[in-house]
């Protein structure tokens, strides 16, 4: 029974747990050794007390329960999936001060209503804890039809190298000459083909032209843009990116990687937005991850300016709660120096770096060449195994948590070598250092990923871009994006959507990990099903372990924060590829309603 009687008069008996500053829980102790036990009284106070007289406090606490001890927002008539693996389902839960202070059958929770509680029916909807998108990108939503907007070139816009012209024209009608006509999201597989410097000269010969592929890791340009860059058939590949080149060696418009960053430079600078600008794009952003779900956000890769936004469009009204990963271990060393390393609402602790490529975009570099190019492994990283130890050496002991992008096999073994040099020169228990995406693994990889106490925080696209899993070969697809055999070694695993890489919309991610099957209908990987009450778990609990937060957030449990969502219907009970047709209807952070289906 979830909750069960221990809760009908609002007791709750639960060890006290400290966090030592290197992450691990350690067990407060005032009576001869033992954990201290806490009381929930009236009014939520706790008292504490040895389990020699736990029996006692038992005994009178029915009648401790003061007549005003109430919920602020109680929600009644539920299916509760908590992702408590001790109380799975609960049908009732009750919140007060921000977080959760009873879960359990509708009867108890009923005595927490009070004259002030707000009481929401739930008329049967499925509540989970709020979905925590471990590793996103958040970007300002512009219109396309302002100056900041670019051009939308997904699949659901545009079907062909036609429409895409079409729609990148309709821009540079209203975009002065020699400023930049930006498209972004493009997919090959989907338009058959990458666009060219000649495709994209059909849009315009007086601006330069810029798009970006759906992985962010290939760009294409028209030839003004390559002028601009003086890329010719004489320009040497950089290192860490590549040209592609027609019969004749000549420069198609179409850059892998650090090739298309030193077209972008050399062209003009983009437009600014005004602080209203990017304050209003940046909370409609905000506003779309709360519509579906998310109450919690990891921020993979930014600086403390970023961070001064978030902050903004906090207090704005779109409290998400969120991680931040820094690109600058020096910005994050001052943050601590000062303090300032954040609370429940924003925190700092981890450093994001990059060590690979793409997997969608096709350039990760590979043991094996990739399927349908038997001369291509992917581009080498231009950061040597020197480098990159030496940088996660740096950040290891500095007492921060390192997060490295890495897709290809090749890549992911360099970072465990630099991993396990850290440790060795300097042991930490807990460190969770992160790999983001670790795409392309194998049981030797895992078993590395394992031992060294690795957290794997994989891509769930398999919907939008399962198709470029071709390139890899079907021998590889059952260990890409490895979520059931990482599940199966007991490796602490994230749920995330790369955003903009793929939409971070949580229940079509939970069905990409369920199905591993495709929008057309054809599935990759079929090994690494999961089940839809491990994916929920992994978009919840994971997602928070991997920020050192499983003791705040990710299941719905006394004492944690109140952040959940109800939703139109069960996932675990749906068929799995209608998972992503459920609403909805409410996410609640600390309580509070910040999103509501049909309200404004």
Request: aromatic fraction near 6%; hydrophobic fraction near 35%; charge should be positive.
């Amino acid at each position: 029974m979830p909750r069960g009687p221990r809760l009908s008069w609002g007791v709750v008996a639960r060890s006290v747990s400290r966090r030592r500053p290197n992450g691990k829980s350690q067990l407060k102790s005032r009576c001869r050794g033992e954990s201290i036990i806490m009381i929930r009284l009236s009014r939520g106070y706790l008292i504490s007390c040895c389990p020699v007289v736990v029996g006692l406090v038992l005994a009178s606490a029915p009648m401790a329960r003061a007549e005003n001890s109430t919920a602020d927002l109680v929600v009644l008539h539920a299916n509760v999936i908590t992702v408590d693996k001790d109380h799975p389902r609960a049908e009732a839960l009750a919140v007060r001060d921000g977080r959760f202070t009873a879960v359990g059958t509708l009867d108890e929770i009923q005595e927490w209503i009070g004259e002030k509680t707000q009481v929401i029916d739930a008329r049967g909807k499925t509540i989970t804890p709020g979905f925590n998108d471990a590793h996103l990108h958040p970007g300002a939503i512009y219109p396309v039809t302002s100056r900041l907007g670019p051009v939308d070139l997904r699949p659901s816009h545009v079907r062909t190298m036609d429409d895409l012209i079409r729609a990148l024209k309709q821009k540079a009608r209203i975009t002065p000459k020699g400023q930049w006509v930006r498209g972004s999201r493009y997919e090959d597989t989907k338009l058959g083909r990458h666009p060219t410097r000649w495709d994209l000269d059909k849009v315009s010969t007086e601006h330069p032209v810029r798009l970006s592929h759906s992985s962010g890791h290939v760009s294409a340009f028209n030839s003004l843009a390559l002028e601009m860059a003086k890329v010719d058939k004489s320009t040497p590949d950089p290192p860490g990116g590549s040209f592609d080149r027609d019969a004749h060696g000549v420069p198609n418009g179409v850059c892998r990687e650090r090739a298309g960053s030193m077209v972008r430079r050399a062209g003009p600078s983009s437009p600014k937005p005004t602080r209203d600008e990017i304050l209003a794009g940046m909370r409609r952003q905000f506003e779309a991850y709360a519509s579906k779900g998310i109450t919690s956000i990891g921020v993979a890769g930014t600086s403390l300016s970023s961070v001064r936004l978030y902050k903004q469009v906090q207090a704005s009204g779109v409290p998400l709660r969120i991680y931040v990963m820094l690109r600058s271990l020096t910005e994050l060393k001052r943050q601590r120096e000062s303090h300032r390393l954040g609370d429940e609402w924003l925190k700092l602790g981890c450093v994001k770096i990059f060590h690979g490529n793409s997997l969608s975009g096709q350039t990760c570099w590979l043991y094996e060449p990739y399927a349908n190019r038997p001369d291509y492994y992917g581009i080498k990283p231009a950061r040597s195994q020197r480098s990159l130890n030496q940088r996660i050496l740096d950040i290891h002991e500095a007492g921060f948590q390192v997060a490295v992008h890495s897709n290809g096999d090749r890549e992911i073994d360099m970072v465990l070598d630099a991993i396990e040099k850290a440790l060795e020169k300097s042991p930490r228990d807990n460190h969770r250092h992160r790999i983001e995406h670790c795409s392309v693994v194998n049981p030797r990889i895992l078993e590395r990923i394992k031992r060294l106490g690795v957290v794997v925080a994989p891509h769930s696209y398999v919907y939008e871009h399962g198709d470029k899993m071709e390139a890899y070969g079907a021998d590889r697809c059952d260990m890409m994006h490895p979520n059931r055999s990482a599940l199966e070694l007991s490796i602490p695993v994230a749920g995330t959507s790369d955003s903009p890489v793929s939409e971070a919309c949580p229940l079509l991610r939970i069905q990409s990990m369920v199905t591993r099957r495709t929008a057309a209908g054809k599935v990759y990987g079929a090994r690494q099903k999961v089940t839809p009450e491990q994916a929920i778990s992994i978009w919840t609990l994971g997602s928070a372990y991997a920020s050192f937060d499983e003791d705040e957030k990710g299941s719905i449990e006394v004492g944690k924060l109140a952040d959940f969502v109800v939703l139109s219907a069960d996932p675990t009970q749906v068929a799995p590829e209608t998972i992503k047709t459920i609403q909805v209807e409410k996410t609640l952070i600390g309580g509070k309603v910040v999103f509501e289906r049909g309200s404004k």
